[in-house]
């Protein structure tokens, strides 16, 4: 089965607040991650990545934290806008494995 | 840049008949990979191709099957097709293993 999973399958959130969405990944050995956004229809749009020698990594309105103690992988995004509503996937990689392992992902909808 | 090209964009097939899918990488991109997304669901890994050979598969019947050709295209083929193979086919590409992208992907229905 997968390695990677994601706690919540839906968020909820209001247009303007931050959104934090989780992710747990199993395999100690991945060692780079990336979180994709899938609107309906469409394919994952990357958004951020970070490498396992790094904890936070930022984008544009967008944070990655990475916490190897507990396999733990969340993504945050600030001053969500309707835009944001789709379904966020984490995935993890292995070195010399360049295949990625998506977890089932959270949908996350916007309320204006 | 042209990204990630996926064709056809829909394909209707009949239960036990082949389907071809194709993929275009992003120039210079050397690895493609293919994913099947069901329903609702999340992507499940298939096939990574690089340098014309398969380098990894998932757990896949052997009737899921491709190739990389030598300008780094790809196809997928799945022969005997199932119900169960009505699926959103996604190829992404990749040069090493950074800058994964995503084509829009192809939507299979077997009816």
């Known amino acids: 089965g997968e390695s990677v999973g994601l706690h919540l399958p839906t968020l909820s959130v209001q247009e303007g607040d931050n959104s934090i969405i989780n992710c747990a990944y199993s395999?100690?050995?991945?060692?780079?991650f990336i979180w994709y956004k899938q609107e309906s229809g469409k394919g994952p749009q990357f958004i951020i990545d970070?490498?396992?020698?790094?904890d936070k990594r930022q984008g544009q309105r967008v944070t990655v934290l990475l916490n190897k103690t507990v396999k733990h992988l969340s993504l945050q995004i600030a001053a969500t806008q309707p835009g944001d509503s789709a379904v966020y996937f984490c995935?993890?990689?292995?070195?010399?494995?360049?295949?990625?392992?998506f977890g089932a992902g959270t949908t996350v909808t916007v309320r204006a | 840049e042209a990204g990630v090209t996926q064709s056809p964009t829909h394909l209707i097939k009949t239960r036990g008949q082949q389907a071809t899918l194709r993929c275009s990488p992003i120039?210079?991109?050397?690895?493609v990979y293919w994913y099947q997304q069901a329903l609702g669901l999340g992507l499940q890994f298939l096939l990574w191709?690089?340098?014309?050979?398969?380098?990894n598969r998932g757990n896949f019947p052997p009737r899921f099957s491709g190739r990389q050709f030598p300008n780094y295209s790809s196809e997928l083929n799945v022969n005997a097709l199932e119900l169960e193979d009505s699926a959103l086919y996604l190829c992404?590409?990749?040069?090493?293993?950074?800058?994964?992208?995503f084509g829009s992907g192809t939507r299979l229905t077997v009816v």
């Open positions: 992404a590409s990749s040069l090493v293993r950074y800058g994964y992208t």
């Open positions: 995935a993890e990689n292995l070195l010399h494995d360049y295949k990625l392992s």
């Open positions: 120039s210079g991109h050397t690895s």
């Open positions: 970070i490498r396992s020698n790094m």
């Open positions: 395999n100690s050995a991945s060692d780079y």
């Open positions: 191709y690089d340098e014309g050979e398969e380098r």
